[in-house]
């Protein structure tokens, strides 16, 4: 793949992990950390510019960057998306299949993606992460 755009952002959300036998069994917030890493074999025009020049707009992967009333996941109650199975595995997957959705439904009629790989890391905390693709 020749191209790969990369970028990070943060957001706010809070959550409980139903039934864990624990502190993250209580409700609490974290700084949650996501890099997403899109590849692509071509290039392709975005909402805001009409020639072949993007993998996707740098805003179309930092979609969940933006607070909840307007769409993203920044100071969310996560467990009202996802129900009571909140972890960064569970998140990342959440993560990967939404931002592919918006990435291909900003797309031309005629262009599927196929070509598109997605990569979603999360971090709950500075040191623990969880990577997910397919
Ligand atoms: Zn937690």
Known sequence: MPWKLVTEFTFDSAHVI?????PCGRLHGHTYRVKMELESST????????????????????WAKKDIDAGGLDHAYLN??????????????????ETL???????????????LKLKV??????????EYWE
């Open 101 to 115: 959705r918006r990435i291909k439904q900003s797309l031309s009629e005629n262009d599927l993606g196929d070509d």
């Open 80 to 97: 009202d998306l996802l129900g009571d199975d909140t972890t960064a595995e569970v998140i990342a997957q959440y993560l990967y299949r």
């Open 121 to 130: 890391s999360i971090w709950e905390t500075a040191d623990s992460y969880c």
């Open 43 to 62: 290039l392709r025009s975005s909402e805001c510019v009409d020639r072949a020049i993007m993998v996707a707009d740098f805003k179309t992967l930092k």
């Open 18 to 22: 139903v039934g864990y036998d624990g």
